[in-house]
């Protein structure tokens, strides 16, 4: 018995119904990138289902370089894959989505960011850009970042969202653009 062991029963669960389904393109045609916090899983959030969209997921959902280079890997994949398939020629949509409470806010305080920086070794200043103090600001700053990225394929669209966490509501901040 660990901590596992009920969410092992629940994949059984899971299991005893599953179908498998074909790698093929994500069948809504979107990329999702958000935070990894346990309140705002997009295949609820969203109702995502098997197939439906790659997610990205880190702290804060912030637009890093390690997320602009894997949906650099993706879009080159998608067009290997299953490029030209699509009548307007376009790849995916870049769905960015930033929610209120995050608990990346903690570190837009000083103290509390130095505190962080040494039990982690992590820089202040990457602690500093991983912020979402607000959502509003910070999703126009990333999608910004992620068009304006020379890495970011032109059969990429963007476009930015906030959750609210107390309401469960998701609002377009920016609507979806090619770079
Ligand atoms: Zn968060």
Known sequence: MTRMTPLLERNEQFASTYTPVALGPPTTQMLIVTCLDH???????????????????????????????????????????????????????????????????????????????????????????????????TIQADVERLLTSPRLSPKVSVSGHVYDIATGHLTTAVDARHP
């Not at 305080?109 to 990457?126: K, N, V, Y």
Request: net charge negative; hydrophobic share 45%.
């Open 39 to 137: 309140r705002v899983d997009p295949a609820i959030v969203l109702g995502l289902r098997i197939g439906e969209a790659p997610v990205i997921r880190n702290a804060g959902g912030r637009v890093t370089q390690a997320v602009i280079d894997d949906i650099a890997y993706i879009a080159f994949l998608a067009e290997q894959l299953f490029g030209g398939q699509d009548a307007d020629d376009r790849l995916f949509e870049v769905a960015v989505i930033h929610h209120t409470q995050c608990g990346t806010s903690l570190v837009a305080d000083p103290s509390f960011r130095h505190q962080a920086a040494e039990a982690t070794g992590l820089p202040e200043t990457a602690l500093a850009a991983s912020a979402v103090a607000d959502p509003h600001i």
